[in-house]
């Protein structure tokens, strides 16, 4: 099974990604800035023995985000979750949340992909994405919030 990192899993998307990946049987690092809030992840791993690693990222940080990946390990999928929305029309939206948002979208997964990938080079392994549609998304979240019912138990 594939080793995964997913970042911005305290919520939403990226929480759902990240348990989802792990149903599956994959190894999964969930990258988030405040692991130690406790949230729906949490308690989805703690409810089902997943084996999912919660790890402090902030994609902001040079050092954060570049620290948590290579703590991790091989990694065979980035999931470049993280990100942030502002709300209100261009003429009247401050410039710094403009910025800030583009500081997270996206070079903070430009710094995710650079940490990741001399490592994929130096391994020969692909690269890979993942691309999500909002079907998927959607039945991912309502499970989220049901515990998991399957044939097999947690050994």
Not at 66 to 86: E, F, S, T
């Amino acid at each position: 099974m594939a080793i995964a990192f997913v970042t911005g899993t305290s919520t939403g998307i990226g929480a759902a990604t990240a348990v989802s990946l792990a149903r599956a049987g994959h190894t999964v690092y969930a990258g988030m800035r405040n692991p130690h809030r406790q949230d729906e992840l949490h308690e989805a791993v703690a409810r089902e023995e997943l084996d999912v690693h919660i790890v402090a990222h902030d994609v902001d940080d040079d050092s954060s985000a570049k620290a948590a990946i290579v703590a991790a390990g091989r990694i065979d999928v980035l999931v470049n979750n993280a990100g942030i929305g502002v709300m209100g029309s261009l003429e009247e939206t401050p410039l710094s949340q403009i910025r800030s948002a583009i500081e997270t979208n996206y070079f903070g997964a430009v710094r995710c992909i650079q940490a990741v990938f001399p490592a994929c080079a130096n391994d020969k392994a692909a690269a890979s994405s993942m691309s999500l549609r909002w079907p998927d998304v959607l039945r991912w979240r309502l499970r989220l919030l049901t515990p998991h019912r399957s044939g097999r138990s947690k050994q």
